[in-house]
Nanobody
Framework: QVRLVESGGGSVQAGGSLRLSCVAS????????KGWFRQAQGKEREWVAG???????SYADSVKGRFTISKDNAESTLYLQMNTLKPEDTAMYYC??????????????WGQGTQVTVSS
């Protein structure tokens, strides 16, 4: 079973940047499609970005051009570089793994989350 641990969240002003990291505990993580989700208080979970070696990267329209998802060569760590942050990006961010590329409609693992707060 894959265990995922996120870090890198924090509080920034609008226009600032943060880099989130997600470390996986098992080599089996490399088999899965990987991605980031977020959930703002009182709202539903929202898919943010996904990546694998076959399909490359994919982004929600709300973050396209501002966020960059990447992974290390060992595929044990997932990153999310967030630039030009907006107050509406405020949410708990979770990394996740899925056997369903792109849609990630069913998750096999997810982390505990890291909070991102963007002030105006």
């Amino acid at each position: 079973q894959v265990r995922l641990v996120e870090s890198g969240g924090g509080s920034v002003q609008a226009g600032g940047s943060l880099r989130l990291s997600c470390v996986a505990s098992a080599d089996t993580y490399r088999r899965y499609y990987k991605g980031w989700f977020r959930q703002a208080q009182g709202k539903e979970r929202e898919w943010v970005a996904g990546i694998d070696s076959v399909r490359g990267t994919s982004y929600a329209d709300s973050v396209k051009g501002r966020f960059t998802i990447s992974k290390d060569n060992a595929e044990s760590t997932l990153y999310l570089q967030m630039n030009t942050l907006k107050p509406e990006d405020t949410a708990m961010y979770y990394c996740a793994a899925s056997s369903y590329p792109l849609s990630m409609r069913k998750l096999v693992a997810w982390g505990q989350g890291t909070q991102v707060t963007v002030s105006s």
